[in-house]
């Protein structure tokens, strides 16, 4: 079954604002009818405070597979984590009212939840990440004098021609799961939702320094998971 | 120096970068935390070798594609449970 919200990406090229392009590109009509998906935060957070139902809704749908990936790498099952979601959900609507917008919603919507899945999974404030730090390619790839002995093949372009789109996401999706969780939070808010650096740093509590570490680690591994697809396979 | 000292890996100071380091200044690049010689350094690299620029090329591409997963399906049950949420907090109101 595929996601209604699965045509709403956000754009990571430039990074910064979240562009939401439809994908696959389809000018004109809207990919399926229940997609409310196209509306930016700020309107459905504009009738979620009018009373509108189908707001939240939407809202839900959009944030709620990240909430709970999110929880998942905090708490120990996938129970606790539906349970802390859905107590985030809650804390969102009776929280609607005071928030300011002095961040976006949807990092306000993230920090209540990585709060809140802290305190459930009572792991310890982040021991951080420097266990982690092997090389994002691997040595073996570089002769002695630190140039390439293996050079990265050509394939940028070739990616969604030669793998299936479904069969692409699903192998990225399961790179990111077997990401370290540090490593996974932060390239799940940055690259798979949009938030900038700021924003990661703020719902995850951690350093802009940490954050990029994390992020070139979690990064190089899941280019490293695409090139075994798609290096030097033709 | 800071560069050469942080990675740990031995170019000769105020040569230029080797690809084993260029690699691991990738994130910095992209997120603009290079800044000054740090990023002349790196550019010039990226100018004078095909492979590093392959490799910076795919790392943006696995970003733009990280950017189409989605996270997952909402269940027709958890639809239903946070549905039920909305109503029972709209009655608390
Ligand atoms: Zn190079």
Known sequence: MSSPWACAVPDLREDRLRTVVVWPPQPGRAVSDTLPAMEPDEELLRRLRAGDEQAFVALVERYNGSMLRLALSFVPSRAVAEEVVQDTWLAVLRGLAGFEGRSSL?????????????????????SIPVADAGPVVDASRFGPDGSWSVPPEHWVEEAEERIEAGKLTGLLRSAMDSLPARQREVVLLRDVEGLTSTEVCSVLAISEANQRVLLHRGRGKLRQVLEAELGGSR | ??????????????????????????????????????????????????????????????????????????????????????????EEG
């Open chain 2, 1 to 90: 120096m800071r560069l050469i000292s942080r990675r740990g890996l031995g170019a000769g100071l105020g040569r230029g970068l080797v690809c084993q380091q260029a690699v691991e200044l990738v994130t910095l690049y992209l997120e603009g935390a290079l800044r000054g010689a740090e990023r002349r350094r790196f550019e010039k690299h990226l100018a004078g070798c095909p492979h590093c620029t392959e490799y910076l090329a795919q790392i943006r591409e696995t970003i733009r594609l990280a950017g189409r997963v989605t996270p997952g399906d909402l269940t027709p049950q958890m639809r239903v449970d946070l549905t039920d949420l909305y109503r029972r907090w709209r």
């Open chain 1, 106 to 126: 949807r990092t306000w919507m993230f920090t209540i939840l990585a709060n809140r899945a802290r305190t459930t999974g009572a792991r310890e404030l982040r």
